[in-house]
């Protein structure tokens, strides 16, 4: 029997096929849990789930209500109850708000806020029935300023991030706790996708985090470890930034050399 920090537990994780997702389902599993894989990716999700011990895969879009009420209903007749809740599937659309389309925005919404809705509405109840839990919301430092050209994602990603705290507060007196992460620069597939449109702000933008350099999946699924187990018992509402530095910055330049 595991002797992990979620040992005994079970855990759906959104968005799990890759990257962030990923990576926290592959630590939780680590770790002792079991985890409900949960992706549109059919192919990459199975192959985690068959990697990680008495993990299954569900194929669902997060941005259907009736689909995520079917993954909360899959852990309780086949996991027997559920503990903890990832919400990190997300959709983008790029543009000044001006050239975004009606569905550019909408789709954005749907998947990046509305899916984390239907997660937590879906699973809370079961959450109070085990006597309590956690649940861990993807969010982004996007939600936390503005981005040019990134307005659906960080109107979404804000919307998260104060549904986070509404929910922390409706359900602490039950036991749940809820708590947003909001990533910065993290070499994803995601990322990677961005330099491959723009290769030449590679460098600079690596040059521009006080750390020198992106972050790794691997240091997001650290921090959702942390909140998913006891070791945060006293720790909910919480918005915490895992950025290497970049939101340091109040936007003065440099006074000294």
Not at 6 to 13: D, E, M, P, S, T
């Amino acid at each position: 029997m595991s002797s992990g920090r979620l040992a005994g537990r079970v855990a759906i994780v959104t968005g799990a096929a890759s990257g962030i997702g990923a990576a926290i389902a592959a630590r939780y599993g680590a770790e002792g849990a079991r985890v409900l894989v949960v992706d549109i990716d059919e192919t990459r999700g199975r192959e985690l789930a068959e990697k990680l011990e008495g993990a299954e895969f569900q194929r669902a879009d997060v941005s259907s209500a009736d689909e995520m009420s079917a993954v909360v209903e899959t852990v309780r007749t086949r996991f027997g109850g559920l503990d903890v809740l990832v919400n990190n599937a997300f959709a983008t659309s790029f543009g000044r708000v001006e050239d975004l389309t009606d569905e550019a925005w909408r789709h954005t919404q749907r998947v990046s806020l509305d899916g984390v809705f239907y997660g937590m509405r879906a699973a809370l109840p079961l959450l109070v029935a085990r006597g309590g839990g956690a649940i861990v919301n993807i969010a982004s430092i996007s939600g936390l300023g503005g981005d040019e050209g990134l307005g659906a994602y960080n109107a979404a990603k804000g919307g998260v991030i104060n549904l986070t705290r509404t929910v922390a507060l409706e359900a602490a007196a039950r036991g749940v706790r809820v708590n947003a992460i909001c990533p910065g620069l993290i070499d994803t597939p995601a990322l990677q996708g961005v330099w491959d449109l723009v290769p030449q702000r590679r460098e600079s933008t690596k040059r521009s985090i006080p750390l020198g350099r992106f972050g790794t999946p691997q240091e997001v699924a650290s921090l959702a470890l942390f909140l998913a187990s006891d070791d945060a018992a006293y720790v909910t509402g919480a918005a915490i930034v895992v950025d290497g530095g970049l939101t340091a910055r109040s936007g003065v330049p440099p006074l000294t050399s």
